[in-house]
Nanobody, 117 residues
Framework: QVQLVESGGGLVQPGGTLRLSCAAS????????MTWYRQAPGKQRELVAQ???????YYSDSVKGRFTISGDNTKNTVYLQMNSLKPEDTAVYLC???????????WGQGTQVTVSS
């Protein structure tokens, strides 16, 4: 059974930087998608960044140029480097994964990111 554990969230000032981690119980090379979502109060869940087949990336317009998704196969971990953070980035950030030949998504419990002065 796949488990995902997010970490690295916290309180940061506008313009600051955080790096989130998503540690998987298995090799991240077994996943077709590794995706970061975020959920803010009163807003729909938003796809933030996606690592596809371990090499291609996709970013939402709201974070493009500021956030970077990457994977470390040795550590079975996917990262989200977040620079130039804005108050609008405040949300619970969730890691999701989908295996090859599967329609099921696996989810972590999320990590809170708060951007405030």
């Amino acid at each position: 059974q796949v488990q995902l554990v997010e970490s690295g969230g916290g309180l940061v000032q506008p313009g600051g930087t955080l790096r989130l981690s998503c540690a998987a119980s298995g090799s991240i090379s077994s996943f077709y998608h590794m995706t970061w979502y975020r959920q803010a109060p009163g807003k729909q869940r938003e796809l933030v960044a996606q690592l596809i087949r371990g090499q291609h990336t996709y970013y939402s317009d709201s974070v493009k140029g500021r956030f970077t998704i990457s994977g470390d196969n040795t550590k079975n971990t996917v990262y989200l480097q977040m620079n130039s953070l804005k108050p609008e980035d405040t949300a619970v950030y969730l890691c999701s994964a989908r295996e090859y030949m599967s329609t099921l998504n696996y989810w972590g419990q999320g990590t809170q990111v708060t951007v405030s002065s």
